[in-house]
């Protein structure tokens, strides 16, 4: 583009154009700026009509980008809420009437760490023959990627991706060993973490069961 063209798109400023140019920069300035008071006055109305996660105490939070106001929470006494699908570290499943653990000890899990933080010793029978659940699961977080390959892959459905964050330490070496004793939770903890994807495992389950019953009486 030449001069001229230059000049004429506007693109140069002459003592012709500068009152426009000028005059379209004030109006930018203001439109930015009313969004910006539109949000501040809106977040004080949330407050004062005590929107939940504004108070201390409240239940997590959730933010729809659209929603008006409040974009920020009172952390630690209000959270934002985390996605259904969010990862941070694994836990180990066990059932909520029979106590019993999912985990078979298979090692499949520990196979598919990419960081190899997975440790699993199976237990073992008087007579030394292997029963399928784990002795001793060990998780090191300090090296754990957050992956969730070893959910992805377990069979038995019995590890699954935990959503707390809050895992700070000022200690690195075994504090951050998670032992299976801290790593278990029941299934029902994980239902309500996951609710998508436990109906999903549920629906698939007992229709396994059904195609196993059918078998069994054809
Ligand atoms: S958690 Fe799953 S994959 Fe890992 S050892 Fe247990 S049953 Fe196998
Ligand atoms: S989330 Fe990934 S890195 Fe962490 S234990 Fe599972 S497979 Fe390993």
């Given at each position: 583009m030449n001069d001229d063209e230059a000049r004429r798109h506007g693109r140069v400023i002459t003592d012709d154009n500068v009152g426009p140019l000028l005059v379209g920069m004030a109006r930018g300035i203001a439109q930015g700026l009313s969004v910006t008071i539109r949000h501040f006055i809106s977040t004080f109305r949330d407050s004062w009509r005590g929107v939940p996660g504004t108070s201390a105490g409240a239940e997590p939070f959730t933010q729809h980008p659209r929603?008006?106001?409040?974009?920020?929470?009172?952390?630690?006494?209000?959270?934002?809420?985390?996605?259904?699908?969010?990862?941070?570290?694994?836990?180990?499943?066990?059932?909520?009437?029979?106590?019993?653990?999912?985990?078979?000890?298979?090692?499949?899990?520990?196979?598919?760490?990419?960081?190899?933080?997975?440790?699993?010793?199976?237990?073992?029978?008087?007579?030394?023959?292997?029963?399928?659940?784990?002795?001793?699961?060990?998780?090191?977080?300090?090296?754990?990627?957050?992956?969730?390959?070893?959910?992805?892959?377990?069979?038995?459905?019995?590890?699954?991706?935990?959503?707390?964050?809050?895992?700070?330490?000022t200690e690195r070496k075994q504090t951050l060993l998670h032992e299976k004793e801290s790593l278990l939770v029941p299934v029902s903890y994980y239902a309500?973490?996951?609710?998508?994807?436990?109906?999903?495992?549920?629906?698939?389950?007992?229709?396994?069961?059904?195609?196993?019953?059918?078998?069994?009486?054809a």
């Amino acid at each position: 583009m030449n001069d001229d063209e230059a000049r004429r798109h506007g693109r140069v400023i002459t003592d012709d154009n500068v009152g426009p140019l000028l005059v379209g920069m004030a109006r930018g300035i203001a439109q930015g700026l009313s969004v910006t008071i539109r949000h501040f006055i809106s977040t004080f109305r949330d407050s004062w009509r005590g929107v939940p996660g504004t108070s201390a105490g409240a239940e997590p939070f959730t933010q729809h980008p659209r929603d008006e106001g409040l974009f920020t929470v009172s952390y630690p006494e209000a959270r934002l809420a985390v996605p259904e699908n969010f990862r941070y570290l694994p836990v180990l499943l066990f059932d909520d009437d029979t106590n019993k653990i999912r985990c078979t000890s298979c090692g499949i899990c520990a196979k598919v760490c990419p960081p190899q933080c997975i440790w699993i010793v199976r237990t073992s029978g008087p007579d030394g023959k292997p029963i399928p659940e784990p002795a001793a699961f060990t998780i090191d977080a300090s090296i754990c990627m957050s992956c969730g390959y070893c959910a992805e892959y377990c069979p038995f459905d019995a590890i699954k991706m935990d959503h707390r964050y809050e895992l700070a330490t000022t200690e690195r070496k075994q504090t951050l060993l998670h032992e299976k004793e801290s790593l278990l939770v029941p299934v029902s903890y994980y239902a309500k973490l996951h609710p998508t994807d436990f109906a999903a495992e549920e629906a698939e389950r007992l229709a396994k069961e059904q195609k196993d019953r059918e078998k069994a009486t054809a």
